[in-house]
């Protein structure tokens, strides 16, 4: 399957496992728009983008906790770009390690803003559009926390769990209009995700791999699920 000048929107693009998504699908000439919180960084990750190969990049400054900021990053997206033939929910928030009782409900309402409300808006949004013109794919990036319980991550778990139904379902839904939904599940990344490094971690750089994996085999397949760990994890 060709990704050869296909658009591609990907959430949570400034840093990390978004960034290297983003690096190494622009060296097949992509059309890429990125979000992210963090100005300086996602300018960063933009040029670092542009200089892989990417044929045009728009990057824009939104809060995925704001309905009407993703809503608007979708639409700038989109003027500049051009609809979505590839759309990568990739951004996830995590507060901070809690037990249940421990967090508090303002946490509990931002962890589900960004890790469910954001990506079923876009994946609502990019339905439309990618039924016209007669498919595209999402993937979203989940995590291995959907496949374990772990103490002091309730919430978090909840809405990337929440996530997993939610995308379980809308597979079967989007197929009849020639539209691929692929679920990714990271193991334990080296990224600034974490309080601390962990260089024993996967990479950022191989989880991007994975993803370029998943969209670019032969077309008459679909990755719907797709698991993958460091050697030294052992959490599950």
């Known amino acids: 399957m060709n990704i050869e000048e296909k658009s591609i929107y990907i959430t949570g693009g400034s840093k990390g496992i978004g960034r290297a998504i983003a690096e190494r699908l622009a060296r097949d000439r992509t059309n890429i728009a990125l979000c992210g919180r963090d100005e300086k960084a996602l300018s960063e990750a933009a040029a670092a983008a542009k200089t892989a190969g990417a044929r045009d990049v728009y990057a824009g400054r939104f809060d995925l906790g704001d309905t009407k900021a993703v809503l608007e990053f979708y639409a700038k997206a989109k003027k500049r770009i051009g609809p979505p033939d590839i759309l990568i ?26 890790n469910l409300r954001a990506p079923f808006i876009l994946m609502r949004e990019a339905f439309g559009d990618m039924k016209t013109r007669g498919g595209g794919h999402i993937v979203n990036i989940l995590s291995t926390a959907c496949h374990s319980d772990i103490e002091q991550l309730s919430v978090y778990t909840a809405a990337k769990k ?40 996967l990479r950022p750089e191989s989880v991007a791999e994975a993803v370029y994996a998943a969209l670019t085999l032969p077309d008459d397949l679909i990755v719907h699920h797709m698991t993958f760990r460091p050697m030294v994890e052992t959490n599950f």
């Not at 990739?90 to 931002?110: H, P, T, V």
């Not at 996530?163 to 020639?178: C, I, S």
């Not at 691929?180 to 971690?201: E, H, K, L, M, W």
Request: net charge negative.
């Open 89 to 114: 929910n990739n951004a996830g928030y995590n507060s901070r390690k809690a037990y249940l009782w421990e967090a508090e409900i303002d946490e509990f309402d931002s962890m589900i803003a960004v």
């Open 162 to 201: 929440g996530l997993q139904g939610m995308t379980d379902v809308f597979r079967k839904e989007a197929r009849p209009n020639n539209i691929r939904v692929t679920s990714i599940y990271p193991g334990g990344t080296d990224t600034s995700f974490r309080a601390q490094a962990r260089p024993d971690y």
